[in-house]
């Protein structure tokens, strides 16, 4: 995902403490001794955002093409784990794959 | 008559165990259809049993082998070929499964009771696996081919519960329901698959542990292969679907939290093959309700970079509006920036600053006057271009706009600190320190207190030669950072250039003053106390100055405190050539007229202060009469026993210094004691042909072209390197500098010459050159440049090899660097007037400027005494 904004999960209307905000419960979720490269993705958005001066900048320099996950994520993130339903579990018990 | 031939015997038909053995060899092979010939044709033999079980075996092969390949109908075709040639044997498994992947539920229900016991254990299993999963699915015709009592039937109950229960997430009646499953139930598998989803998703391990107990047999295992592919790492969750079905994958995506939106798209983007930036565009411009029209036309532009400005109508193929000019001018800005070579940026920065101010200039502090300032300064904050360039120094970077797009910048956000100090920074390089200051006065006015400006300040009027004005800025930094030490240190020099300045003009009160403060300033930690020594030095000229019996006993006292010895001489004629005093009468009045290097500790100790004098001053050899008073006694130091890297930096140091004599002893000396050391080789020959007219004799060439090829097989490639920048001066080729056919790399010159035609000299000069080649001859250009008559021959090698076309460009590129001199001896009117200028020097590279190596003699000072005079 290259897009800062999806990757804190905030709108681009968020501001200073909103960036913060959003970086820290990142970190939280997920700290760097579990994951590395993506507390460095977290890291590299929160800078990207830090400040009103930097999003104006990501805004107008920002010339990474989007990847079909940063539109999947755009339009529907994905959620938690969910059931699936009875005739989802039928089709597979009937031996479809 | 010809006698008739003997007739060919005929060829002997193969006997039933022949065919046997090869059906079973045909078999084993996986050469299904062979093998069913071959039994056929046994059976024609004779209608035994073991013979149409073979056959049965080979049907089974192939029926398999079709299902694999997705030919269901076919593949039962031949399972029924195999049940009429031996109807004594149970219905396979296989068999039986396809005919339920097939709907056919009955006739795999009857067939499977039918074969009951006869088939072996785990295909049973596997086989009421298989029809549990159905009943489960809701196939009444598996009820109705059992027993009442039989236990798919019985315990199906219990698991349709489970299942409901896991799919309304009651996990107390799931855990009941699974409780009622024994554990030889024909739903086992499907109650480990329901304890694996109850699982965290933080213990997928643990899930997919218990997932791995299904086997691939059981009428469970699609359940299992879909649950698998949900709960492994959420990144390669498509990849794992890339083959699946449509209802594995929507099972594993929901189960792995996609939404309906996303699966949707994904299926969409699928469907289309490829990710290619036009399918991304159409993705985009589809979903754009969904994914908000500002997000998704931004990421649009993007997609368009690469191909632009082609790429400029796919915006609209995909259903788009067309390209504003404001976005053409922004791609066109990020197309120009991510091709940097092409030199556009600046302008096509600009052009997009021009417009975003077209309607109203923006008021600063406002977004849109950030905008404007963030768009000026681009190219200098993305290339980093000020931090190292001079004014008008790189013709490749028109560093007069870069400024002044920086400085326009400060007009819309004044608040950038850092534009502030790159401008002044740059502007000091030039220098230009009217442009330097107008910037410092705006920006110190808004950071009064900052300490980077301060200190730019420091060095503007360092600069400038305005050392009170200096000493003010250092106090200020020291007042705001009591522990800076770079000010203090400069704070110092600051005031010993001063007291210098003084003494050079005879005012003797104002360096006593300064003197006294750059004491006051001077750092406690000052490494061996060379501040404090040149301070003492000067205290000690200024008295000579002011009564020359007493300077000179003062001046004898402190050079003897020094030590006495050559590192002390350096030192006073250093600080005697600073303030314009004849360094070789000081030394006399000093008592120092015949001093030598006293010992190893004196002579690292006057390489040293050489050298810190060199890094110092920047760029500087030593001045002429000082090499001429120090070359013959360094010479002579020669013979201490350095360690080699101590060797190796006393070389370096003396070469720096232009001491080539000294050089050349300690390269002799290295070599007596580390013979072929390729640097020391180097140093020889650099140092020996110093002040030498003509070139180096073959053999000297020959011995240093060999301290090369060890300096490269040892590893060492920057002294291989800079063995190959020497020798190529003296190559076949050196009349025009280095040879085309240089056999050492350069990468920065590689860098330059990417990308660039065939043009060395500009289009013009080029032409002409090409024609003066022409008309007089590859060989009289030779001549005319001087080349000897066996240099030529290796042309006329090198044209046979590489032709007379590729000849001319390598004589057109070396006689770029040789112009003028050529110039010199054409006869008039064969060259126009050269049109654009050569090829300039790269950056940071000031024409004209000898460097460290330069051999150029220097003029000669007929009132200096020879060194013999002194020692």
Redesign the interface.
């Given at each position: 995902m290259s897009d800062p904004y999806l990757l804190l999960g905030i709108t681009?209307d968020a501001d200073d403490n909103a960036v913060y905000a959003a970086y820290l419960a990142a970190v939280k979720a997920c700290p760097p001794e579990r994951d590395a490269r993506r507390f460095e993705s977290l890291r590299a958005a929160y800078e990207a955002l830090r400040t009103?001066?930097a999003r104006?900048?990501q805004?107008?320099?920002?010339?990474?093409?989007?990847?079909?996950a940063?539109?999947?994520d755009?339009?529907?993130?994905?959620?938690?784990?969910?059931?699936?339903?009875?005739e989802?579990?039928?089709?597979?018990?009937?031996?479809?794959? | 008559m010809k006698k008739p031939h003997k007739a060919a015997a005929a060829p002997k038909a193969p006997t039933p165990d022949d065919l046997l053995t090869a059906a079973q060899g045909q078999i084993a092979a996986g050469r299904y259809r062979e093998a069913i010939s071959t039994c056929k044709d046994l059976l024609k033999i004779e209608n035994r049993q073991e013979w149409r079980q073979t056959l049965a075996c080979a049907y089974a092969g192939r029926a398999r082998e079709l299902a694999a390949k997705g030919m269901t109908k076919e593949a039962l075709t031949v399972w029924e070929n195999r049940t009429q040639i031996a109807p004594e044997l149970p219905a396979d498994l296989d068999y039986l499964t396809l005919l339920l992947r097939l709907g056919r539920i009955s006739q795999a229900v009857a067939l499977g009771v039918l074969a009951g016991d006869r088939l072996d254990p785990a295909a049973l299993t596997a086989l009421r696996s298989q029809l549990a999963a159905h009943y489960l699915a809701g196939k009444a015709e598996v009820a109705a081919g059992l027993a009442a009592d039989d236990p798919i039937l019985v315990q199906g109950v219990a698991a349709a519960q489970a299942l409901d229960a896991y799919c309304a997430g009651d996990d107390a009646a799931l855990g009941a329901a699974l409780a009622a499953i024994p554990f030889r139930s024909p739903y086992r598998d499907l109650a480990q698959i329901l304890k694996a989803l109850q699982r965290p998703p933080a213990a997928a391990h643990e899930a997919l542990e218990l997932l791995a107990r299904v086997d691939d047999a059981s009428g469970f295992a699609p359940l299992r292969r879909a649950c698998e592919s949900a709960l492994g790492p959420p990144q390669t969750l498509t990849e794992r679907l890339a083959d699946a079905g449509e209802a594995t994958r929507r099972f594993a995506m929901t189960l792995a939290g996609w939404g309906e939106q996303r699966q949707a798209i994904w299926d969409e983007a699928r469907r289309a093959g490829n990710l290619e930036p036009k399918t991304l565009l159409r993705l985009l411009h589809r979903h754009r309700a969904l994914l908000g029209e500002t997000w998704a036309r931004r990421q649009g532009l993007r997609l368009l970079v690469a191909g632009f400005p082609k790429s400029a109508g796919w915006i609209k193929d995909s259903g788009g509006p067309q390209l504003s000019a404001e976005e053409r001018l922004l791609i066109a800005a990020w197309r120009a920036e991510q091709n940097e070579r092409s030199g556009n940026d600046l302008d096509a920065w600009d052009a997009y600053a021009q417009h975003l101010m077209k309607d109203r200039i923006p008021e600063p502090g406002t977004d849109d006057a950030l905008r404007v300032a963030l768009v000026l300064r681009r190219v200098d904050s993305h290339r980093d271009l000020l931090s190292h360039l001079v004014p008008d120094d790189d013709p490749f970077v028109p560093t007069a706009s870069l400024a002044e797009a920086v400085e326009s910048s400060l007009q819309f956000d004044p608040d950038d600190r850092d534009s502030y100090e790159r401008l002044v920074r740059f502007y000091l390089r030039g220098p230009d320190l009217k442009s330097a200051r107008r910037l410092l006065d705006l920006g110190l006015a808004r950071f009064p207190a900052d300490v980077g400006l301060l200190t730019a300040a420091m060095d503007v009027a360092l600069a400038a030669d305005a050392h009170k004005k200096a000493a003010r800025y250092a106090r200020e930094i020291l007042a705001l950072d009591p522990i800076n030490t770079g000010a203090r240190e400069r704070l110092v020099k600051s005031h010993l250039a001063h007291a210098r300045k003084q003494l050079k003009a005879c005012r003797l009160d104002l360096a006593s003053k300064e003197l006294e403060q750059a004491a006051e300033w001077e750092p406690a930690w000052d490494r061996g106390g060379r501040l404090r020594e040149r301070r003492v030095l000067l205290s000690a000229l200024l008295e000579l100055q002011a009564d020359a019996a007493r300077g000179a006993s003062v001046l004898g006292a402190q050079v003897q405190a020094m030590g006495g010895g050559m590192a002390a001489a350096l030192a006073l004629a250093l600080e005697g050539a600073a303030i314009g005093r004849a360094a070789a009468g000081l030394l006399k009045t000093a008592g120092l007229g015949k001093a030598a290097v006293a010992d190893q500790a004196d002579l690292t100790a006057v390489l040293s202060r050489l050298r810190t004098y060199l890094d110092e001053e920047a760029g500087a050899e030593l001045a002429p009469e000082l090499r001429r008073l120090f070359e013959k006694p360094l010479s002579a130091a020669a013979r201490w026993p350095l360690s080699q890297p101590e060797s190796e930096n006393a070389c370096e140091t003396l070469r720096r210094a232009a001491l080539e004599q000294a050089r050349l002893a300690f390269a002799e000396a290295a070599l007596k004691r580390w013979p072929g050391v390729p640097i020391f080789e180097l140093h020889r020959f650099e140092a020996g042909l110093a002040g030498r007219r003509g070139n180096p004799a073959a053999r000297e060439i020959d011995r240093l072209a060999e301290a090369g090829e060890r300096a490269r097989e040892s590893g060492d490639q920057r002294t291989a390197h800079r063995i190959g920048e020497c020798l190529a001066e003296y190559s076949p080729f050196g009349h025009f500098g280095r040879s085309p056919f240089f056999p050492f790399n350069d990468e920065d010159e590689d860098e330059d010459e990417d990308g660039m035609g065939f043009d060395p000299l500009g289009g013009d000069l080029n032409d002409a050159l090409r024609a003066f080649i022409e008309v007089v001859g590859v060989d009289g250009v030779l001549k005319a440049a001087g080349v000897g008559a066996k240099e030529r021959s290796t042309f006329k090698d090198i044209e046979r090899q590489l032709g007379h076309e590729t000849m001319i460009n390598v004589l057109i590129t070396m006689l770029g660097s040789q112009l003028p001199n050529l110039l010199d001896g054409l006869p008039p009117g064969f060259l126009p007037t050269p049109g654009p200028a050569p090829k300039p020097s790269r950056p940071g590279r000031k024409p004209g400027k000898p460097t460290g190596r330069s051999k150029a003699p220097q003029t000669p000072d007929d009132d200096d005494p020879e060194q013999f005079d002194l020692f």
């Amino acid at each position: 995902m290259s897009d800062p904004y999806l990757l804190l999960g905030i709108t681009p209307d968020a501001d200073d403490n909103a960036v913060y905000a959003a970086y820290l419960a990142a970190v939280k979720a997920c700290p760097p001794e579990r994951d590395a490269r993506r507390f460095e993705s977290l890291r590299a958005a929160y800078e990207a955002l830090r400040t009103r001066r930097a999003r104006l900048a990501q805004a107008l320099f920002d010339q990474t093409p989007p990847m079909l996950a940063d539109i999947l994520d755009q339009a529907d993130p994905v959620g938690a784990p969910r059931r699936p339903d009875r005739e989802q579990f039928n089709k597979l018990l009937r031996g479809e794959a | 008559m010809k006698k008739p031939h003997k007739a060919a015997a005929a060829p002997k038909a193969p006997t039933p165990d022949d065919l046997l053995t090869a059906a079973q060899g045909q078999i084993a092979a996986g050469r299904y259809r062979e093998a069913i010939s071959t039994c056929k044709d046994l059976l024609k033999i004779e209608n035994r049993q073991e013979w149409r079980q073979t056959l049965a075996c080979a049907y089974a092969g192939r029926a398999r082998e079709l299902a694999a390949k997705g030919m269901t109908k076919e593949a039962l075709t031949v399972w029924e070929n195999r049940t009429q040639i031996a109807p004594e044997l149970p219905a396979d498994l296989d068999y039986l499964t396809l005919l339920l992947r097939l709907g056919r539920i009955s006739q795999a229900v009857a067939l499977g009771v039918l074969a009951g016991d006869r088939l072996d254990p785990a295909a049973l299993t596997a086989l009421r696996s298989q029809l549990a999963a159905h009943y489960l699915a809701g196939k009444a015709e598996v009820a109705a081919g059992l027993a009442a009592d039989d236990p798919i039937l019985v315990q199906g109950v219990a698991a349709a519960q489970a299942l409901d229960a896991y799919c309304a997430g009651d996990d107390a009646a799931l855990g009941a329901a699974l409780a009622a499953i024994p554990f030889r139930s024909p739903y086992r598998d499907l109650a480990q698959i329901l304890k694996a989803l109850q699982r965290p998703p933080a213990a997928a391990h643990e899930a997919l542990e218990l997932l791995a107990r299904v086997d691939d047999a059981s009428g469970f295992a699609p359940l299992r292969r879909a649950c698998e592919s949900a709960l492994g790492p959420p990144q390669t969750l498509t990849e794992r679907l890339a083959d699946a079905g449509e209802a594995t994958r929507r099972f594993a995506m929901t189960l792995a939290g996609w939404g309906e939106q996303r699966q949707a798209i994904w299926d969409e983007a699928r469907r289309a093959g490829n990710l290619e930036p036009k399918t991304l565009l159409r993705l985009l411009h589809r979903h754009r309700a969904l994914l908000g029209e500002t997000w998704a036309r931004r990421q649009g532009l993007r997609l368009l970079v690469a191909g632009f400005p082609k790429s400029a109508g796919w915006i609209k193929d995909s259903g788009g509006p067309q390209l504003s000019a404001e976005e053409r001018l922004l791609i066109a800005a990020w197309r120009a920036e991510q091709n940097e070579r092409s030199g556009n940026d600046l302008d096509a920065w600009d052009a997009y600053a021009q417009h975003l101010m077209k309607d109203r200039i923006p008021e600063p502090g406002t977004d849109d006057a950030l905008r404007v300032a963030l768009v000026l300064r681009r190219v200098d904050s993305h290339r980093d271009l000020l931090s190292h360039l001079v004014p008008d120094d790189d013709p490749f970077v028109p560093t007069a706009s870069l400024a002044e797009a920086v400085e326009s910048s400060l007009q819309f956000d004044p608040d950038d600190r850092d534009s502030y100090e790159r401008l002044v920074r740059f502007y000091l390089r030039g220098p230009d320190l009217k442009s330097a200051r107008r910037l410092l006065d705006l920006g110190l006015a808004r950071f009064p207190a900052d300490v980077g400006l301060l200190t730019a300040a420091m060095d503007v009027a360092l600069a400038a030669d305005a050392h009170k004005k200096a000493a003010r800025y250092a106090r200020e930094i020291l007042a705001l950072d009591p522990i800076n030490t770079g000010a203090r240190e400069r704070l110092v020099k600051s005031h010993l250039a001063h007291a210098r300045k003084q003494l050079k003009a005879c005012r003797l009160d104002l360096a006593s003053k300064e003197l006294e403060q750059a004491a006051e300033w001077e750092p406690a930690w000052d490494r061996g106390g060379r501040l404090r020594e040149r301070r003492v030095l000067l205290s000690a000229l200024l008295e000579l100055q002011a009564d020359a019996a007493r300077g000179a006993s003062v001046l004898g006292a402190q050079v003897q405190a020094m030590g006495g010895g050559m590192a002390a001489a350096l030192a006073l004629a250093l600080e005697g050539a600073a303030i314009g005093r004849a360094a070789a009468g000081l030394l006399k009045t000093a008592g120092l007229g015949k001093a030598a290097v006293a010992d190893q500790a004196d002579l690292t100790a006057v390489l040293s202060r050489l050298r810190t004098y060199l890094d110092e001053e920047a760029g500087a050899e030593l001045a002429p009469e000082l090499r001429r008073l120090f070359e013959k006694p360094l010479s002579a130091a020669a013979r201490w026993p350095l360690s080699q890297p101590e060797s190796e930096n006393a070389c370096e140091t003396l070469r720096r210094a232009a001491l080539e004599q000294a050089r050349l002893a300690f390269a002799e000396a290295a070599l007596k004691r580390w013979p072929g050391v390729p640097i020391f080789e180097l140093h020889r020959f650099e140092a020996g042909l110093a002040g030498r007219r003509g070139n180096p004799a073959a053999r000297e060439i020959d011995r240093l072209a060999e301290a090369g090829e060890r300096a490269r097989e040892s590893g060492d490639q920057r002294t291989a390197h800079r063995i190959g920048e020497c020798l190529a001066e003296y190559s076949p080729f050196g009349h025009f500098g280095r040879s085309p056919f240089f056999p050492f790399n350069d990468e920065d010159e590689d860098e330059d010459e990417d990308g660039m035609g065939f043009d060395p000299l500009g289009g013009d000069l080029n032409d002409a050159l090409r024609a003066f080649i022409e008309v007089v001859g590859v060989d009289g250009v030779l001549k005319a440049a001087g080349v000897g008559a066996k240099e030529r021959s290796t042309f006329k090698d090198i044209e046979r090899q590489l032709g007379h076309e590729t000849m001319i460009n390598v004589l057109i590129t070396m006689l770029g660097s040789q112009l003028p001199n050529l110039l010199d001896g054409l006869p008039p009117g064969f060259l126009p007037t050269p049109g654009p200028a050569p090829k300039p020097s790269r950056p940071g590279r000031k024409p004209g400027k000898p460097t460290g190596r330069s051999k150029a003699p220097q003029t000669p000072d007929d009132d200096d005494p020879e060194q013999f005079d002194l020692f």
